[in-house]
């Protein structure tokens, strides 16, 4: 981890950095999190970096810099950027249909309008590569509301690490309808689970394969991968369900997760990556600086700035979603690999226009502020992500520091 650079310098009140701190105790102190951490960085340079609570309530050992946490849908950005690498290289267009590398969608059908059952149903094309990548495509996600997710859910369709296989579980996805027609709506999904199974035909790789030799390698992000090594479960922190106001439910224990690097049979493109600040730093700072870092250019710069904008006619709000997302819908587009800012003031959160983050399941959390060219990661380990207000709290907390 590089050293803390003095937050006056960079355009921070030290004080105010310190109300990070104390509202992440709190959150401690009142049962609501085992623990947490976070790091903020302006131009690249860490300003600020904080750790409480425990990683595991059992033998609490503390929640620390370098612990390991399940990133979760965090995993979606670099997935999207290893779409994004191999579209540079003229291997498809973006309006692709995924049924032309994936034949088990080439006869796909979408639920009516109203339907009530799984077999109301009419024709449809493919979803394409932009639309699975935006989450316009028609497939959605076991835990949102509706009829389709449902069916998800009877189906056992999840791409958890031990679920018995991507490939396997993509041709299950398949064989459902999908929630509407592609492109006419707006559905958190699977979708980028799918196109990790589109990196691996068409690299001919694994994706590990493909995430160590062009992503994590190249930025010496040693600590991220799809499961966690015996010799790294030391630092692995406990993962927790909410379970009211001030009780949190064991749901995967460092010691029998299913995170474990020997366990692990399915390499989830939205959702397998476990990471430390250190590691996730790195990805951001690639992503702020426009494909490039330390002298290393992993991307274009344009298509950076291709992903960073909003991909949508509007903003989500506008595409009448009524599932799950990891941000607010008005005044929120989406790029590829994350949201994106339209309007501060519509999405009642304090940020600037532009603002590229995700989150994951687990509550965790990331921005980039092309403005104020800010980078910002939390880490803590609480299913499901809407149980606080977290992120919207902590950038109201980092936005107050600024000074310059």
């Given at each position: 981890?590089?050293a803390i650079t003095?937050?006056?310098r960079?355009?921070?009140d030290?004080?105010?950095?310190?109300n990070i701190?104390?509202?992440m105790?709190?959150?401690?102190d009142?049962g609501k999190?085992?623990?947490s951490?976070?790091?903020?960085?302006?131009?690249g340079?860490?300003t600020?970096?904080?750790?409480?609570?425990?990683?595991?309530?059992?033998t609490?050992l503390?929640?620390e810099?370098?612990?390991?946490?399940?990133i979760y849908?965090?995993?979606?950005?670099i997935?999207s950027?290893?779409?994004?690498?191999l579209h540079?290289?003229?291997?498809f267009?973006?309006?692709?249909?995924?049924?032309a590398?994936?034949?088990?969608f080439?006869?796909?059908?979408?639920l009516?309008?109203?339907?009530?059952?799984?077999?109301q149903?009419?024709p449809?094309?493919?979803?394409?590569?932009?639309?699975?990548?935006?989450h316009?495509?028609g497939?959605t996600?076991?835990?949102?509301p509706?009829?389709?997710?449902?069916?998800y859910?009877?189906n056992?369709?999840?791409f958890?690490?031990?679920a018995?296989?991507h490939?396997q579980?993509?041709k299950k996805v398949?064989?459902?309808?999908?929630a509407?027609?592609?492109?006419?709506g707006?559905?958190?999904?699977?979708?980028i689970?799918?196109?990790?199974v589109?990196?691996e035909v068409?690299?001919?790789?694994?994706?590990?394969?493909?995430?160590l030799?062009?992503?994590?390698?190249?930025?010496?992000?040693?600590d991220t991968?799809f499961?966690v090594p015996k010799?790294k479960?030391?630092r692995f922190?406990d993962?927790?369900?909410?379970h009211?106001?001030?009780?949190?439910?064991?749901r995967?224990?460092?010691?029998?997760?299913?995170?474990?690097?020997?366990r692990v049979?399915?390499?989830?493109?939205?959702?397998?990556?476990?990471?430390?600040l250190a590691?996730?730093?790195?990805?951001?700072?690639?992503?702020r600086?426009g494909?490039a870092?330390?002298?290393?250019?992993?991307?274009s710069?344009?298509?950076?700035n291709?992903?960073?904008?909003n991909?949508?006619?509007g903003?989500?709000?506008?595409m009448?979603?009524?599932s799950?997302?990891?941000q607010p819908?008005?005044?929120?587009?989406f790029?590829?690999g994350?949201s994106?800012v339209?309007?501060p003031?519509r999405?009642?959160?304090?940020?600037?226009?532009?603002?590229?983050?995700?989150?994951?399941?687990a509550?965790?959390?990331?921005?980039?502020?092309?403005?104020?060219q800010?980078?910002?990661?939390?880490?803590?380990?609480?299913?499901p992500?809407?149980?606080?207000?977290c992120?919207?709290?902590?950038k109201?907390l980092v936005?107050?520091?600024?000074t310059n």
């Amino acid at each position: 981890m590089q050293a803390i650079t003095d937050p006056d310098r960079l355009g921070f009140d030290a004080g105010r950095l310190k109300n990070i701190d104390s509202w992440m105790q709190r959150y401690v102190d009142e049962g609501k999190l085992a623990g947490s951490s976070v790091l903020v960085a302006r131009h690249g340079e860490i300003t600020h970096l904080a750790a409480c609570g425990k990683r595991s309530l059992a033998t609490q050992l503390p929640f620390e810099i370098d612990t390991l946490v399940r990133i979760y849908s965090m995993t979606k950005p670099i997935t999207s950027l290893a779409v994004m690498m191999l579209h540079e290289q003229g291997l498809f267009n973006l309006d692709a249909p995924i049924d032309a590398f994936l034949p088990e969608f080439s006869h796909c059908h979408a639920l009516v309008s109203g339907a009530t059952s799984l077999e109301q149903c009419e024709p449809s094309p493919a979803p394409t590569v932009h639309q699975l990548l935006t989450h316009t495509s028609g497939l959605t996600y076991s835990f949102n509301p509706g009829l389709l997710a449902s069916g998800y859910l009877e189906n056992k369709i999840e791409f958890y690490s031990d679920a018995g296989g991507h490939r396997q579980m993509a041709k299950k996805v398949a064989k459902m309808p999908l929630a509407f027609q592609p492109g006419t709506g707006w559905e958190y999904s699977v979708g980028i689970d799918i196109l990790g199974v589109l990196v691996e035909v068409i690299s001919g790789k694994t994706l590990n394969e493909f995430f160590l030799e062009n992503i994590l390698g190249p930025l010496r992000m040693d600590d991220t991968g799809f499961g966690v090594p015996k010799s790294k479960l030391n630092r692995f922190a406990d993962c927790f369900n909410y379970h009211g106001e001030t009780s949190l439910e064991l749901r995967d224990s460092a010691e029998n997760s299913i995170f474990q690097q020997d366990r692990v049979n399915t390499l989830s493109g939205g959702g397998g990556l476990v990471s430390t600040l250190a590691d996730y730093l790195k990805f951001t700072e690639l992503v702020r600086q426009g494909g490039a870092v330390n002298g290393m250019s992993l991307i274009s710069p344009r298509t950076l700035n291709f992903m960073r904008q909003n991909h949508l006619p509007g903003d989500i709000a506008s595409m009448g979603p009524k599932s799950f997302a990891e941000q607010p819908m008005e005044g929120m587009g989406f790029g590829i690999g994350g949201s994106i800012v339209l309007d501060p003031a519509r999405t009642r959160t304090l940020g600037s226009v532009g603002d590229y983050s995700w989150g994951g399941l687990a509550s965790t959390f990331f921005w980039l502020d092309p403005v104020e060219q800010l980078s910002v990661i939390f880490f803590t380990q609480l299913i499901p992500s809407s149980s606080y207000a977290c992120r919207a709290e902590l950038k109201a907390l980092v936005h107050a520091a600024l000074t310059n």
